[in-house]
Structures are given as C-alpha cells and as structure tokens.
C-alpha cells in the first residue's frame, strides 16, 4: 500500500461533513482538491488524506454491505455503516476505536472483502452433509456508470471469489446486488414565510393577444398618460410598446440583422461607386481596368471614412467628448489660478533682499 503523504491533511470537521451513509453515488467530487485540505494544520485536529490520484473513484464497498476484514481467521461479517471517499475510510458498524473513545473505527478499504453470500460447497472427507460457506469477493470488474436521473449506477460482477466457488463457469461473471437504498427524501415544512403551491401556480396575468392591431398614436398615448393620467386607456397592450425597449439589444439575433444590414449597405455602396467611375472612365477614355482599380482606391477611403465618422459618433454617444471638454475647462481653471496665485504673491521685507535693478551690482551691468 502507498505511504499516504505526510504533507496533505484534512480538518476534523471537514472529515466528519464529508462522511456519508448514503450507499448512492452523485458525483466524484472527492476525485478534487478540496480548499480545506491545508497542509499547515495542527496534527491534533487534522488526518492525513490521500492525493486524488490514490483515492477510490467508483466504489463498490457502500454503507449497507457487509464485509469482512482481511486477515480475521472468523471471517466475521461487519455491516458497513458509513464511508469517507476523500480518505478511502470505511466505518463499520459496532467496531469502536477503544473503550474510552466511542467514535467508530476507520478501517482502510483495501482492508476488507465484500460479502457474496452463502453457497454450498461439497462435504469435507468423512462426511456427507454439505457445508454452507460465506464467499467474497476476491476480484470484481462492473460497467460503465450511467445517469439515471438521481445517480451513477453500474453493476458490479464477481470474476474472482475466496473461497472458489467449485463448478463455476468464470466465463459468466457473478453479479453482486447492491444493498436496499434506505435514504429518506427530504421533508419541507410549510412555514408562514413561503408560498402555498398552489398559490405559485396560479395564473394571475394573462398577456394581450398578438393579433390585436396597434396603430403609430398609440405609444405617443402611453407616454403623454404620465402627463395627463386621465387620457390613458388602460385596457390597451402596453407589452407591445415596451418590447422594443426591454428587449436585450445586445442578443446574437440582433447583433446578427445588425451586420447583415451593414453588409447590405456596404455591398449597395460598393456596386454605386463602381458602376459611377465606370461611367467616368467611359467619357473619360480610361481602361475598365484603370476604372475598377480607381474605384477601389475610393471604396476603401469611403469606407476608413466611415468607419472612423462611426467612431467618433459613439464616442459622442458615450460621452468622450464631453469629457474632453471637461477637462479642458478644468486645465484652464488650474492655469488661471496659478497665474493669479503668482501675480498675488507678496514678499515681506527681510535682510538680504533687494529690487532687481537698484543693487549696485545690477548697476554695473547696465
């Protein structure tokens, strides 16, 4: 057996929350790294874990079994009561770790063997009465797992039993039943802080019909209502006025009619601006080949154009520009207030200190 690495280990409480009875399995989340294994935990409140790679993925020992310990000569069957899949520990019922501590002994699930059941196996020498034998499982194979809508279920067979069974055809793999599933679904009672279901189910809209015919006015009505609330009529379906306006702008079918008018557009464009300066190049004398690659030249500066007018549309749109001009009045604020702090600035009268153009020194340059 591999040496569990004394560097991964796992918090007393995390290692009794994930502890189970439930004979079913869900998912393989015990196959991850969980947060909670931390490798500076105290010894005193942590086990150590093995890594992913040594943990039991699918398994076929679950609480409910019964089993016996390798190497007990009784060959005593154990009840497995409960399973820890992220420390490959296996609890059996009544088994405890002394008399002073109660707690269930974990036992490794290489340790045990899973129970058959009882088969008749021919006399010993001497006698003629039949002996009735307990079989386990030696080497087992089972199936793909499959979803079943509320777990991974697979089947699990015997190719290998102790002892062998005498007259078995190995060809014919020996299907081991899973143990009765006795979780209980959860229950719900029904406080006064929830709905009744059959209050949730109950209709208490019902749309307009889509055939109703809409006229232009009629959105105008909707929004002049605010002013005046008396001439709004409120039997009219107002879920067609704000369809556009609810609606994601953003959704793929949108951005998709979007690009498929711009490519229109582009398309129309391209065809009027080359059949123009095929017209030019006719009165002009020009070859078609000079004519198609002019306008290509011009095509593709109408487009830079274009694309460039579009950027700064939504720039404005976005409000870059007025940001910019925000800005500029903030400098121009800050340039004025230093100008004014440097012309208001006064010296007060100390040693040392002399008028630019009266020291005798600044005479002598003059």
């Avoid at 440097?342 to 005479?363: C, H, K, M, Y």
């Amino acid at each position: 057996m591999r040496r569990v690495p004394s560097g991964l280990r796992m918090h007393w409480n995390d290692y009794i929350t994930s502890t189970t009875r439930s004979p079913v399995t869900r998912n393989t989340n015990h196959m991850l790294h969980k947060s909670s294994h931390n490798t500076k935990l105290d010894h005193a409140v942590s086990i150590p874990i093995p890594p992913p790679k040594d943990r039991i993925k699918w398994w076929n020992i679950v609480p409910g079994d019964k089993v016996r310990i390798r190497g007990d000569k009784t060959s005593t069957l154990q009840e497995v009561y409960s399973v820890n899949k992220i420390a490959n520990h296996v609890f059996l019922r009544g088994i405890r770790v002394s008399e002073k501590h109660q707690d269930l002994k974990p036992f490794n699930y290489s340790h045990l063997q899973l129970f058959v059941d009882h088969f008749e196996f021919p006399p010993k020498p001497g006698s003629d009465k039949p002996q009735i034998v307990p079989v386990f499982v030696r080497r087992w194979k089972m199936t793909t797992p499959r979803w079943n809508g509320d777990h991974l279920h697979w089947t699990r067979y015997a190719v290998a039993t102790d002892p062998s069974l005498p007259g078995w055809d190995k060809t014919e793999p020996l299907e081991v039943p899973w143990p009765a599933n006795t979780e209980q679904p959860p229950t719900y009672q029904v406080t006064s802080n929830e709905v009744l279901d059959e209050e949730a189910k109950r209709t208490t809209y019902v749309p307009p019909r889509p055939d109703v015919a809409l006229s232009d006015a009629m959105p105008d009505l909707y929004l002049k209502s605010f002013a005046a609330p008396e001439t709004y009529d409120p039997s009219l379906p107002v879920e067609f006025f704000l369809a556009d306006e609810l609606s994601n702008p953003h959704s793929r079918t949108k951005k998709q009619e979007r690009w498929q008018l711009k490519q229109a557009s582009v398309k129309q464009l391209r065809e009027q601006m080359l059949a123009s300066e095929l017209a030019e190049a006719n009165a002009d004398g020009r070859s078609r080949k000079e004519a198609r690659a002019e306008a290509a030249w011009k095509i593709a500066r109408t487009l830079r154009e274009m694309k460039k007018a579009e950027g700064i549309r939504r720039a404005i749109q976005r409000g870059v520009h007025a940001r910019v001009e925000r800005r500029k009045v903030r400098r121009q604020r800050k340039e004025e207030a230093r100008i004014r702090r440097l012309r208001e600035t006064v010296l007060f009268e100390e040693p040392n200190q002399v008028l630019p153009g009266t020291s005798d020194i600044a005479q002598r340059y003059v």
